[in-house]
Each structure stands twice: as C-alpha cells, then as structure tokens.
C-alpha cells in the first residue's frame, strides 16, 4: 500500500512570493490533514477535511494561507505572499476514521520550506 | 486548553540500556494516546496507540502506559539499539474542549549510542 504522498520534498523561495504544496492520501482515507512543524516542536494542526469539507480550519492565518481538497481525495496547501516566519516543515497526513473515533494518523514526509 | 508536554526534551544513552520516555498532559478527558517516533527529514510513524479505556500496550521491545487520572504516559524502550535514534512524541486526541482534535507534545530525541 502506498502511504501519503507529498511534493515538493524542499521549497526555497524568496518573501512575499507564493508557494503551493501538494497531498495526495492514502487511497480511501476519508481524513485529511495539514500540520505544521517548527524546529523542535510537535505538529500543528493547520487545516482537517473530512472527506472535501474543512471542518477545522481554526488555526489557518486566512489571510494569507488557503487550502482546498478537490473530490476529498488530494489537496493543496497554498501561502501568498509568504513571510520568514513561514519557514518550517509542512506536513500531510490521512486517517481512515472520522474524529472523535480517532484512529492512527498516516504522515507523508513533509515539505521542507525556506523563506529568505 | 489541552497542553501536552514531555520529559526530558533529549537523552542519550549507551546502547542496550532500557529507558523511560514521558509524556503529561492537561486534560484527562482523552480518547486516546498515541507514541510516535519521527527521524530526521521524515513524517511521523505511529508505534503504538492506546484506547482511553486501556492501561498499556506492548509491540516488540516497546512498552506504553496510561494513567489517564494523573494525566500521564510513558514509552519503555528494552534493550536499546542504535536504530532506536529519533524523536519520540506524544499526541493525545480528545478532551472537554478539544473533543476531535490531536496535541502534540514537543517530543524526546534519543540518541543510542554504539
């Protein structure tokens, strides 16, 4: 079985320009989410689908980040303009339940973002 | 407010040492608790989870604890091996006011030294 895929691996881009990272979950996962990691710190939960519907998107800065998962299946995670405190990892990952019954969460290998 | 933290943020030891990783967190009111072990440049990998009404789960050489009322857990690791190497983080899903969200603690990282 495939596991959670995501691209770029690495994104070096200059401030203010935009950038989009790309998930594509494990096959019939109905869970999606975007977490972001700073150096030594655990994820943070950016943006949970259920299916293609966002039903936790409190921790996304609106203003300049958007997401979308087209057919509940991939999804993509776009920054415009970016900021240097952007930088950090962005991760992916996918589970088969829908919360609360939370089951084990599969993660991609992050994309690893620079802002210079 | 759930808030998960972990204790100590790194250690080191010789290999073949058995040790404690630990893990508290705010809010007993949890679904569940889940020990992930993470290398560098990687994604996270689940080791073991464990149910709310559960007290322990065991896979292979590891060994995970809950006491859901003190608002604790701890990963045992026997006999530690160089590939052992990582960070080690907790996450907990549930409580009264974050009923369907995951909190992570910060993690351990392990070093086991040859």
């Known amino acids: 079985e495939a596991g959670v895929v995501q691209s770029p691996r690495y994104k070096i881009i200059e401030k203010k320009q935009p950038v989009a990272f790309w998930c594509n979950p494990i096959?019939?996962?109905?869970?999606l989410y975007w977490y972001l990691q700073n150096l030594g710190q655990g994820p943070e939960l950016l943006i949970r689908?259920?299916?293609?519907?966002?039903?936790?998107d409190s921790q996304l800065p609106k203003d300049r980040f958007s997401a979308e998962r087209l057919k509940g299946v991939d999804s993509t995670l776009k920054i415009q303009p970016a900021e240097l405190g952007d930088s950090a990892v962005y991760l992916c990952?996918?589970?088969?339940?829908?919360?609360?019954?939370?089951?084990?969460?599969?993660f991609g290998p992050g994309t690893r973002l620079l802002v210079l | 407010k759930q808030e998960v933290t972990q204790i100590p943020a790194a250690l080191s030891v010789p290999e073949g040492e058995n040790l404690v990783l630990n893990c508290s967190f705010t809010?007993?009111?949890?679904?569940?608790l889940q020990w992930f072990r993470q290398d560098p440049g990687k994604g996270l990998t689940s080791l073991l989870l464990?149910?709310?009404?559960?007290r322990e789960q065991t896979s292979g050489r590891l060994n995970a604890s809950l006491d859901k009322s003190s608002g604790r857990s701890t990963l045992y690791i026997a006999a530690s091996q160089p590939g052992d190497s990582a960070t080690y983080l907790c996450?907990?899903?549930?409580?009264?006011?974050?009923?369907?969200?995951?909190?992570f603690g910060p993690g351990t990282s392990l070093s086991v030294i040859p």
């Open positions: 990952a996918s589970s088969p339940g829908i919360p609360p019954y939370q089951e084990t969460q599969y």
């Open positions: 096959s019939g996962h109905n869970t």
């Open positions: 689908y259920e299916n293609e519907e966002a039903v936790d």
């Open positions: 809010d007993s009111a949890i679904y569940n």
């Open positions: 464990i149910q709310s009404s559960q």
């Open positions: 996450a907990v899903s549930g409580g009264e006011t974050s009923y369907d969200k995951v909190i």
